[in-house]
């Protein structure tokens, strides 16, 4: 069982940047494809990135693309989530998540840390 703890939410200014870490324990991360979700208040949870096990295979969601960037570091057995250009529309809790098939479904994916909450202000 791998566990996970996400940090680096914050309140920034609209244009700012943010990067969140997702910290893992139980398990090596390694072997897992790692993911960022986000959810909104009043909406679902969607999905903003994920990363192969070897950091080599990227994918984002349009609303994302160009402006956030996801890496890892298997040593330290942990991911990031950098955020740049934050837009007000970006405001959501953020959540780390692990699995074993590369999907923007949530349900591919076992483990779940327990959100940071991110604020954009305009």
């Known amino acids: 069982q791998v566990q996970l703890v996400e940090s680096g939410g914050g309140l920034v200014q609209a244009g700012g940047s943010l990067r969140l870490s997702c910290a893992a324990s139980?398990?090596?991360?390694?072997?897992?494809?790692m993911a960022w979700f986000r959810q909104a208040p009043g909406k679902e949870r969607v999905f903003v990135a994920s990363?192969?096990?070897?950091?080599?295979?990227?994918e984002y969601a349009d609303s994302v693309k160009g402006r956030f960037t996801i890496s890892r570091d298997n040593a330290k057995n942990t991911v990031y989530l950098q955020m740049d250009s934050l837009k007000p529309e970006d405001t959501a809790v953020y959540y780390c998540?692990?699995?074993?098939?590369?999907?923007?479904?949530?349900?591919?994916?076992?483990?779940w840390g327990q959100g940071t909450q991110v604020s954009v202000s305009s």
């Open positions: 139980g398990r090596t991360i390694s072997g897992y494809i």
């Open positions: 998540a692990a699995g074993v098939v590369r999907s923007s479904s949530e349900r591919q994916y076992a483990h």
């Open positions: 990363i192969g096990w070897a950091g080599r295979n990227f």
